[in-house]
Each structure stands twice: as C-alpha cells, then as structure tokens.
C-alpha cells in the first residue's frame, strides 16, 4: 500500500519541480532597479547623461574659419566685466592700425620701432658667405583701438611686468592685428625654444604693443676675398615693412651688445648704427624704410702667419742655402731642392682647400706662388750647373788629335801622324789603332825620339823609343784611359 501511495505523488512532484525552474529563469532575465539605472546613466541619449557625445560637443565649442578650435576669451570689452585691457567688439584684425590715426591724434607715416638685444654673432660662414645672429628681436607699434583700464592696479604694480605694462601670452596674437616684416637677405629664421616658444608680448598703457622674441637669424653677406687673409668686410642686417611703403611707414631701432658675450671667431667683430645709405631699399615694388646695423669683421692674421707665411719663408732661404753646397754632391743639394719644393706645393694645396672663392688670385696664393718660383729658380740654376760641368769635362778634340797635338807641343816639332786624323773613328768593334809621333831633333840631341800609342777599347800604351846608338826604348803608360790622358794634357797646353 505505501509503495502505491509513493508513485502515485511522483508525476505531481515532477511538475512541480518545473514550474520553479521556469519561474527562476523569467526572474534572473528582469533587471534590478539599480542595475537598470546604472544603465541608463551611461545612455549616451540620455539627456541627463554626463557623458557628452562628440558630435554634440564640436557644436558648442566655437571654430574659426578653417575649422581649427577657436580661444573661448578673444579679449574683447565686456560690459559690467573689469579689464585691464580690451579689444572694441568692431574690432576687425585685417584693418591696419594707421587706418584709425584719427583716434590718438597723429598723422602719417606710421612708426615701427626695432630693438635687437645681440648675444653674439654665433658664426660666420666664408664659403657661403653667410653671418648667424643670436638675439632678442623686439618691434613695437602703436594699436590705437586697445582700451585701456587707466584705473587698473596692475599698471602700477609690478605682478605682470615694469611699470605701466602689462605681460600677455603670445598666443594673443591670434585677436591682434600686428606687422608683417622682411628681413633683407635672409636665410634662415630660428625661434629659440626651451620647453616653449622663448617669446612674449606686452600692452603698454599708451596703447603700444610689443613683440619680443629670442631667434638666430642667418643672413647672407656680400664679402670680397681677393685680399684673403687681409680681407675686411661689412654686413648689414636690416628689416623693414613688406607691404608698406616709406610713405606710409617709417622705423626706428638700437640695439645692444655685449662683447664680452662673444665667443672667439676668425674674425675681429665691431657692430655700428646702420649708416644712413642703407636705411632706404629701392626695390620695383617702391621705395621702403630699413631699420638694423651694421657688422664689421676683420679677419685675425696671427694663425696665417706662423702657420703659412713664416714656414714659406724659411723653405725659401733654405734653399738659397744649397748655393753653398759643392755641385759635385749631387745626391744631397738635389734632394734638398726637390723636399722644399714639394713641401711648399703641398702647403699651397692645403691653403687653396681652405680659402673661400675670389675672383682672382688672392694674397696669400700670390704669396705661396712667388715661394714655389724662388725654389724652382734655384733647382734650374742646379741643374744649368750641372749642364755646364758636363760640356766643360767634354774633350775639345779626339783622340788622334790630342796625342799629336799633345806630343807636338811637348817636344816643339811638328808631329806625323800614321792616318788622317781629321775626323775620330770609333772603335766599336775593339780594332788595335797607333799613332806615332817622331821628332827629327830630340831633347838631348841625340838621334830621334819616336812616341807611340797604341789604343783599344779606350785603353792605351805609350811607348817612347829614342833611336840611337842603344836603340833605347821605355814604355810610359801602360792601359790608360785615353780620356782621361786627353783632358789632363790638352787642358794644360791650351790654357783651359
């Protein structure tokens, strides 16, 4: 019976059993209130959402014209708001500021005015001809549109500048009209930079404005190297209006420097007022007002003349020292004048790499020439030298001819030779030649004394015999050299 009761509760256990696991699966799909709002906080449709989308965000920061993000604050005058300054809401930045002379009471032309506070001249570029600047470019104009706040504390105190002015980012610039300048010649144009741009403006309480700036400019110069290394030369920097011609804008500068400040270059540098001439640039476009000054360099001599003046020099009278060596030794004066002559070639070689370009040949390669020649001079002079000893030890006559004029003039009589002399034969093919030579009155005056030579092969045997009563006869050289007999006693007899 129990077993009957337990089977016949099974199928309505089971049903039960589903019915729960429905019922947990529909809970556990329902979001808790929380879990819903925390939803709906992140909504990005949601109008109380504080995640802003971007679309709606780019519509309500302002954009300038080039669709570039735009300052919220422009300066301009507010009402009811305290400034110190303030831009007229008309205030319209392509208008030129001498537009409104009426305003401060003043005429034509309008007045930049410059100032440059030099650091040093950072380098100086001979090959390019080009001069580096670094300093502090200032330019002041007068903005008669600014409002100012004559009763603002800050004019008085010193938290945003000196007296009377006031220090403002350079990124107000964006809102203000300012001058569109030319730097004549230039090259390049560096702004100085640290973790920002090194520049500032500031609003003077008479309406100026002030731009200043650190930069290194590098402007081309006009230089003359046919002088080198005694050149001179002046450059000039000046900067004036783009646009505006000297009717209508005019400029005034000085400028400060501290020599001291300067590092050493390989040039005396002295900066001067612009002069006068150059305050005017006549260009097609119109005549225009230049402000700046004026550099002089002097190159430094000193380096030039220890290392390349006084070293020629000293090859050169070197040189004029191995006119006292003997021309025999040959070996040591030729290597002497052929070392000094190539060493000045190469000095001249180092120095032409080095100097800038001229139009002709400048001073010190004049010099260095005028060095080389006086060396070659004396090489030649060796060599005419060694020409004329050459032709001096030259036999006058040949061999036939010298033994008979040698004997002849010995033994004061006539000599017979054996063959015609007239010409010498040569004796390639080493064939044995004699010449004899008879006096008919010998010294003793005694028979006759005959001298004969026989010679080959530039080898020679003088045999002397006096034919008397013993028929004596003495051998007097035996293999001389020919030559060598010839010069001795020809040079004796003639006097040479």
């Not at 640039?281 to 000054?293: D, K, N, R, T, V």
């Not at 006086?374 to 036999?395: D, S």
Request: proline content about 5%; aromatic content about 10%; overall charge negative.
């Amino acid at each position: 019976m129990g077993m009957m009761h337990f089977r016949d509760k099974l199928p309505l256990t089971w049903c039960l059993v589903m019915q729960l696991s429905c019922i947990l699966h529909q809970t556990s799909s329902v979001d808790w209130p929380e879990e819903q709002s925390r939803k709906e906080s992140l909504s990005p449709v949601d109008p109380d959402s504080k995640m802003i989308p971007e679309e709606q965000l780019r519509k309500e920061i302002p954009h300038t014209s080039d669709g570039g993000l735009a300052s919220l604050d422009t300066n301009k005058c507010k009402p009811n708001t305290p400034f110190i300054w303030c831009l007229p809401q008309d205030y319209n930045q392509e208008k030129h500021p001498f537009t409104y002379f009426h305003l401060v009471n003043k005429s034509l032309p309008w007045d930049y005015a410059f100032r440059f506070v030099i650091e040093e001249i950072s380098n100086i570029n001979d090959k390019s001809q080009t001069m580096s600047i670094s300093m502090y470019f200032a330019v002041s104009w007068l903005e008669p549109r600014l409002k100012i706040n004559e009763s603002a504390t800050e004019w008085s105190e010193a938290r945003t500048g000196p007296a009377n002015e006031v220090n403002e980012s350079p990124e107000i610039l964006k809102y203000i009209w300012y001058p569109e300048l030319e730097i004549y010649g230039l090259d390049t144009f560096g702004r100085q930079r640290v973790l920002k741009e090194m520049s500032g403006v500031r609003i003077i309480k008479n309406k100026t404005i002030t731009y200043e700036l650190g930069v290194r400019i590098t402007i081309s110069c006009r230089m003359n190297f046919d002088d080198y290394p005694l050149d001179a030369h002046t450059c000039q920097f000046q900067v004036g209006s783009y646009y505006d011609t000297h009717e209508t804008v005019t400029c005034s500068s000085f400028f400060i420097y501290d020599l001291d400040r300067q590092r050493s270059l390989q040039h005396f540098i002295q900066i001067e007022s612009l002069p006068s001439e150059f305050k005017v640039m006549e260009l097609p476009s119109g005549i225009y007002a230049a402000c700046g000054f004026q550099v002089r360099l002097q190159r430094k001599q000193m380096q030039f003349l220890v290392q390349v003046y006084l070293p020629s020099f000293m090859f050169v009278i070197v040189s004029w020292v191995s006119f006292l060596i003997k021309p025999e030794v040959v070996p040591g004066r030729m290597a002497l004048l052929v070392t000094l002559f190539l060493v000045l070639i190469n000095i001249f070689n180092s120095v032409r790499e080095n100097a800038p370009i001229s139009s002709r040949l400048n001073a010190i390669d004049l010099y260095l020439v005028v060095c080389i020649f006086l060396v070659f001079g004396a090489l030649m002079e060796y060599a005419v030298i060694l020409l004329l000893l050459k032709k001096r030890r030259k036999p006058m006559r040949t061999i036939d001819q010298g033994l008979r004029h040698l004997f002849a003039a010995s033994n004061g009589a006539a000599a017979v030779p054996l063959r015609d002399t007239n010409t010498r034969e040569e004796n390639s093919a080493g064939e044995e030649k004699q010449v004899e030579v008879v006096n008919s009155v010998p010294s003793n005056g005694v028979g006759k004394k005959t001298m004969l030579v026989t010679y080959a092969n530039n080898k020679a045997v003088i045999t002397e015999a006096v034919q008397n009563a013993q028929h004596e006869q003495r051998q007097v050289c035996e293999n001389c050299i020919v030559e060598e007999l010839l010069f001795r006693f020809v040079s004796k007899f003639d006097g040479s």
